[in-house]
């Protein structure tokens, strides 16, 4: 459906042997616009204010989640990102998902007593506050414990090498109206620089993108 409504060809994703990852005209240094109707509509029941129409992408993030599926992450100067989650295959036919998520805040976690308490408290609650609003947690286990969710990311910018990041994940969503979700994206953030670890908690908020709310432009 996302393939035949951008009106792209059918190209894969490049493999990271190759270069940088492509999806249906998303590329590093590329561009996207959204609805700008569509988001007059829907931006006043979100927590985000001011999205840009036009995004340019500043870097491209890949998250191997299992043996089917990856998650693409295109990072824009509008202090977010799209991701584009494709399952069973990576041609854009295997497109499952798109999101397009804004950066909430970000705080720096200064020692391992803060980051054992972040891995084990506070990213994965059975509900999460923000803004006022609650937000209930969306993977959970059958047992009595949902553990953040582990992935590594894998980022690529036009100047410096590819870098990698662990990252620990919970997700979680409120229903805005009938089949509109808003959701909040919790993620333990860790890096290990000169040997040592650089850790942070990043707040994230998004929502769903239509083939109809997206234009791809260069």
Not at 7 to 27: A, C, H, W
Not at 78 to 104: A, C, P, R, T
Not at 201 to 209: C, E, N, P, S, Y
Request: aromatic content about 10%.
């Amino acid at each position: 459906m996302f393939k035949k409504l951008f009106g792209k060809s059918e190209e894969s994703v490049s493999d990271q042997s190759k270069g940088v990852p492509e999806v249906m005209g998303l590329r590093l240094g590329g561009a996207f616009e959204l609805d700008e109707l569509r988001m007059r509509i829907i931006e006043p029941k979100l927590i985000i204010d001011g999205a840009a129409k036009t995004q340019f992408i500043q870097a491209v993030g890949r998250i191997k989640l299992d043996s089917d599926t990856t998650a693409l992450r295109f990072y824009t100067d509008d202090d977010g990102y799209l991701q584009v989650l494709l399952s069973g295959g990576m041609n854009e036919e295997h497109i499952s998902d798109v999101k397009l998520w804004y950066f909430y805040d970000t705080m720096g976690i200064a020692n391992q007593n803060q980051w054992d308490i972040a891995l084990e408290k506070t990213i994965s609650q059975p509900s999460y506050q923000l803004d006022d609003y609650e937000f209930t947690r969306v993977w959970e286990n059958a047992g009595d414990e949902s553990p953040p969710v582990s992935m590594t990311e894998i980022t690529y910018t036009t100047n410096d090498a590819p870098s990698e990041t662990d990252q620990f994940v919970m997700l979680y969503e409120r229903e805005i109206e009938p089949d509109f979700f808003e959701y909040v994206s919790i993620i333990g953030e860790e890096k290990i620089i000169d040997n040592h670890p650089d850790r942070c908690l990043v707040k994230a908020t998004g929502f769903d993108i239509q083939p109809s709310d997206l234009t791809i432009i260069g």
